[in-house]
């Protein structure tokens, strides 16, 4: 084969992208709750020990493709639109009126706003720092994030304490770094409930998100779990207004079931907004998309919450790799990463509706008689021994589901 041109491989790459076949129209994607977040269409493909692959892309460049691409939410940090130097002045008021005027002109929402408490020098010692000034513009920060979320019409704000950790021992107080976090927050909650009383509507949904490891050495809010007692420690003073944002890897990465920490979180009434992505056990952050390392678990996870009705949205919080082209990222990775995702939601509600799985689950449910109807225990579990079989068969019948067996696919 002979080389082909850049115009030759971009026409490969669309004619190969079509032969897969299974796309979406973009009007049936606009009928899930998916956002696209401005850093990962925009993310170049650098990192710790990796130069850039991509040029920049702006945020009306993105929103004109998430538009073509049919994804009805935007969502963005403070400073992926707004320079640090132009925060909280009259140069931030015109970016968010240009961005609000490009939304509406290609018919999007803003979904969710989030600040970058990581990644400028003022964070080395994280937004809870022992510095009252580093406290002070860290709580001015949140607090602008949700003024700027007032204004684009944004439900929710995430806040993900990166930095809120240590790399030596002894180098910190926890305690006391909690309850500076905690005054970020609660900072960022009143200014929300003043903001939503002036403007005559809701106050947004503040989510935590969480993370095992990177970028400190040792994180103290590591996982979603940590999030659920920091919520309930009382340090909050308006806990109902706070809820979680856990990402599918942040919860994958320290070795935990995603599915069971969403199930926790359901439990306690505060999953509102979620983070998909994907990755591996145990690695660091590589931000894969949606269902390209574990489909069968995400067909799980999907099953859990369409079980359970989580209505939040689903954040395509990825990094498209670096072996992308900037052509690519909006031609095969966020097109690709949308349809994964709907159709394995709706290989969910298939599998909810499978018959062997209905018999199987409420035979399991019913469990085995025993003669007495109130055995000890060698009864009991002699009268249930060949049931509990079902267990490996719910396993095997939901890879056939996600196979297409149950449709008839055939193996000859």
């Not at 018919?107 to 000034?133: D, I, N, Q, R, Y």
């Not at 970028?215 to 420690?233: H, K, N, R, V």
């Not at 369409?306 to 790799?321: A, I």
């Not at 990222?329 to 990463?337: E, G, H, I």
């Amino acid at each position: 084969m002979r080389s082909p041109s850049v115009k030759e491989q971009r026409a490969l790459v669309d004619r190969l992208t079509a032969s897969c076949g299974g796309h979406y129209s973009p009007e049936r994607r606009r009928k899930y709750f998916i956002s696209g977040p401005q850093w990962a269409a925009a993310y170049q493909g650098q990192a710790l020990f990796h130069a850039p692959t991509r040029e920049p892309v702006s945020y009306s460049e993105v929103i004109s493709h998430y538009a073509e691409i049919g994804i009805g939410y935007w969502t963005t940090h403070d400073t992926d639109v707004v320079p640090t130097e132009d925060l909280m002045t009259e140069r931030q008021q015109k970016i968010v009126a240009d961005i609000k005027k490009t939304l509406r002109k290609h018919g999007l929402k803003c979904s969710m706003v989030t600040t970058e408490t990581f990644f400028h020098p003022v964070w080395a010692t994280s937004s809870a720092s022992e510095s009252p000034e580093v406290r002070a513009y860290a709580a001015a920060r949140l607090e602008n994030t949700v003024a700027i979320g007032h204004e684009l019409g944004a439900q929710f704000v995430v806040y993900w304490p990166g930095t809120l950790g240590y790399l030596t021992q002894g180098s910190i107080d926890e305690i006391q770094t909690l309850r500076w976090f905690a005054e970020s927050i609660n900072a960022a909650c009143l200014k929300d409930i003043a903001l939503a009383s002036e403007k005559k509507t809701s106050t947004m949904r503040h989510c935590l998100e969480a993370k095992p490891f990177e970028p400190q050495g040792e994180i103290i809010l590591p996982t979603s779990d940590a999030m659920l007692a920091f919520i309930g420690s009382g340090l909050l003073k308006h806990p109902e207004m706070v809820g979680l944002n856990p990402e599918y890897l942040h919860e994958l990465m320290w070795g935990s079931a995603p599915r069971a920490a969403l199930a926790r979180a359901l439990v306690a009434g505060k999953l509102w907004h979620f983070d998909i992505n994907d990755g591996y056990r145990l690695k660091h952050d590589v931000d894969i998309g949606v269902a390209l390392v574990n489909p069968l678990d995400w067909l799980n996870v999907l099953i859990l919450l369409r079980s359970h009705g989580y209505q939040g949205p689903f954040n395509l919080d990825f990094k498209p790799p670096r072996t992308t082209s900037n052509y690519g990222v909006f031609k095969v990775s966020f097109p690709t990463a949308v349809d994964r995702f709907i159709t394995l939601w709706e290989i969910a509600g298939e599998a909810l509706e499978d018959k062997i799985l209905k018999e199987a689950t409420e035979a399991l449910k019913a469990g085995g008689a025993t003669k007495k109807g109130n055995g000890g225990a060698k009864e009991i579990f002699d009268a249930n021994k060949e049931l509990w079989t079902l267990h490996e068969l719910v396993a095997h019948r939901l890879v056939q589901i996600l196979l297409g067996v149950h449709r008839g696919r055939k193996f000859a």
